[in-house]
């Protein structure tokens, strides 16, 4: 019986440090991500990606990677919410640095789920100014695009009406253009609704900062 006590002793600490972490994690306050609930990554991401919501400022700062948010998988970090019914997200877009990857993305996205070949729309900004309305209108399809009229806008708007999408673009102080509507997206409810930022080079990170972020949710649809 005297051999054992030592292993008592070891098991008895190991128990008490395992209900202090449990303590300790409970007490840990949830990260405050403003208008959404969640984030995380959207496929095959390298290491480093984060997001930062400023409540002074109501902006949000997205560090994200991936290869690509295109073709028939994407990989992106994503910042987002449950909804269901017609939805509106609204942002000003500002990319942090220079970089030599032309099509970094920051997206305003609307996706079935969190799988890599999830059904899509979003409004996308790319580093080289191009911007362009994205779909994927089921399941591990390929996606298209819908380019907007003019490069460079720095407000983006995406506007979900049933399985209807429209992109609404400009810059401050003008009035939006629109691209769209596109109606081939299958999606049931409820989605998830956010903003997101792919780097377009597998092992590299990109930042965008999200300001002036609005979010018009109206009655699920039936």
């Not at 070891?10 to 959404?36: E, M, S």
């Not at 902006?59 to 994200?64: A, H, S, V």
């Amino acid at each position: 019986m005297r051999k054992a006590l030592p292993m008592l002793r070891a098991c008895t600490v190991t128990t008490l440090l395992a209900i202090a972490v449990i303590v300790a994690l409970a007490q840990t306050p949830p990260k405050d991500l403003g208008i959404f609930t969640n984030e995380g990554s959207v496929g095959q991401t390298p290491p480093g990606c984060r997001a930062h919501y400023d409540a002074a400022k109501g902006e949000y700062t997205i560090t994200g990677g991936g290869a690509n948010l295109w073709a028939a998988s994407d990989a992106f970090y994503f910042v987002w919410k449950k909804v269901s019914g017609d939805v509106a997200l609204s942002a000003d877009i500002t990319w942090v640095g220079t970089s030599a990857a032309e099509h970094r993305k920051a997206v305003l996205i609307v996706r079935q789920n969190l799988d890599p070949g999830s059904s899509y729309a979003d409004a996308v900004s790319h580093g080289n100014g191009l911007t362009s309305l994205q779909f994927r209108g089921a399941a591990n399809e390929q996606t298209y695009q819908v380019v907007a009229a003019e490069d460079g806008p720095s407000r983006l708007r995406l506007v979900r009406k049933g399985n209807s999408f429209t992109m609404y673009f400009g810059k401050p102080g003008e009035e939006w253009k629109a691209a769209g509507p596109v109606e081939y997206v299958s999606l049931k409810e409820p989605v998830y609704i956010g903003l997101g930022v792919c780097s377009h080079v597998a092992t590299t990170l990109e930042t965008a900062v999200f300001s002036n972020v609005k979010l018009e949710e109206s009655t699920p649809a039936k």
